[in-house]
């Protein structure tokens, strides 16, 4: 199968320190998606700098083939050395990748990675490397649609050691709180902040370590359509709607004046929703055929703040939406459920927008704000403008 690698990160900072230990560095080469999480000797910003070269050059050379071996010989004559300590250290976790499932994990000094197949945790088979006198495991990957690989700093093992745990949060009860937690199709970025959250309750909301949880899940794609605006023709209505609706694909309308085009177009009612479960946020819409309607600016805006939240490595709010109002209805499906997005933008002038501080080009930012936030989330996001 041909799927979609999605990762999501979540960090804690030590307790009184301004800089996070921890580094998560990810980047896409060819059609391989590398993660690297560093932990750095300490805290605060040696251990910033030793985390941060640690997890760029890793993950530079190992998106690019470079051998393990040249890897590590590399990150220890590039490490600076420690004053306080005459040493250079840092441990990480590495995961490289395909869209196919297929790569490897290397860990250094790292907890254990957890791995998550059909809801429950289970542990891969590794073996040991020796380098440059360094003891290194190295797990073969093959993913399925739904796998999802948990790496962490040892933070989340150091949770709540001396206050609600006399000996911190052991490995085998992770494993059982992720299996008692974990809901089908829950993306990356929400199992992480799932464990986080959790490590930070331990800590009584003062961490007394860095505390990172990085996610790495193997899934299937799903492609999504938005549509926002009328277009600048209005006699273009009838093939704006046709290549908006694409089979197999996900459609969601922003706007009244959008939903009736749409409305008309398809030949199906538009019915309007009575209820207000956030007064803030307009009532939803209904249309056969589409599988959210909603209204437009307002409830854009509203989205593109749960996105700013959602993309913060260091926000410990939930990740997953089950309110029932329009905003929430479509950060659930663009954040947390889609791949591929694809928004069709309608330059035209909405009648319906006159007398209000609503203009074209509000619009437009919005779209372009929440655009490059869905792209930090590690979407594919395409925008037609008609």
């Known amino acids: 199968m041909v799927g979609v690698v999605e990762y999501g990160y979540t960090s804690l900072n030590k307790f009184g320190e301004e800089l996070c230990g921890d580094r998560v560095e990810t980047c896409v080469v060819d059609g ?3 993660l690297v999480l560093a932990d750095g000797l300490g805290s605060g910003v040696k251990a910033n700098i030793l985390a941060t070269l640690t997890s760029k050059i890793l993950c530079t050379m190992v998106a690019n083939n470079i051998p393990m071996q040249d890897c590590v010989e590399t990150i220890i004559d590039s490490l600076p050395i420690c004053k306080v300590r005459g040493v250079a250290y840092s441990t990480f976790s590495v995961i490289h990748v395909n869209d196919k499932g297929e790569g490897y994990l290397i860990e250094f000094d790292n907890p254990q990675a957890i791995y998550i197949r059909n809801g429950r945790t289970c542990d891969l088979m590794k073996c040991q490397m020796d380098i440059c006198g360094k003891q290194i495991f190295h797990s073969r990957l093959s993913m399925k649609d739904g796998d999802s690989l948990v790496v962490t700093s040892d933070g989340t093992i150091h949770a709540g050691v001396g206050m609600i745990l006399n000996f911190g949060w052991l490995r085998d009860d992770i494993k059982k709180y992720i299996d008692r937690n974990i809901k089908p199709g829950m993306s990356a970025r929400s199992i992480a902040w799932l464990l986080a ?3 930070n ?21 799903d492609r999504v359509n938005v549509m926002v605006g009328p277009p600048t023709d209005k006699n273009s209505d009838q093939e704006y709607v046709e290549r908006f609706f ?3 694909v996900k459609k969601i309308v922003c706007g009244g004046t959008t939903s009736q085009i749409v409305s008309r177009v398809i030949g199906k009612p538009l019915t309007t929703s009575f209820d ?10 209904y249309i056969e055929g589409v599988d959210l309607t909603t209204e437009g600016v307002i409830t854009l805006r509203r989205v593109l703040e749960l996105s700013e939240k959602y993309v913060s490595p260091n926000d ?4 997953t939406f089950v309110r029932r109002d329009g905003a929430s209805k479509l950060a659930q499906i663009l954040f947390e459920e889609a791949t591929d997005i694809h928004f069709f933008v309608g330059q035209g002038v909405n009648v319906a927008h006159k007398g209000l501080p609503i203009d074209l080009t509000m619009k437009l930012k919005l779209i372009e704000s929440l655009s490059a936030n869905l792209r930090r989330m590690g979407k594919k996001v395409e925008v037609t403008y008609n």
């Open 197 to 199: 959250s959790a490590c």
């Open 316 to 319: 410990l709010t939930s990740k």
């Open 32 to 34: 391989w998606t590398t």
């Open 246 to 248: 694409e089979p197999g």
């Open 201 to 221: 309750d331990l800590y009584v909301d003062k961490p007394g370590d860095d505390t990172t949880v990085a996610v790495v899940r193997f899934r299937a794609q």
């Open 276 to 285: 207000f479960p956030d007064p803030e946020v307009p009532p939803i819409g």
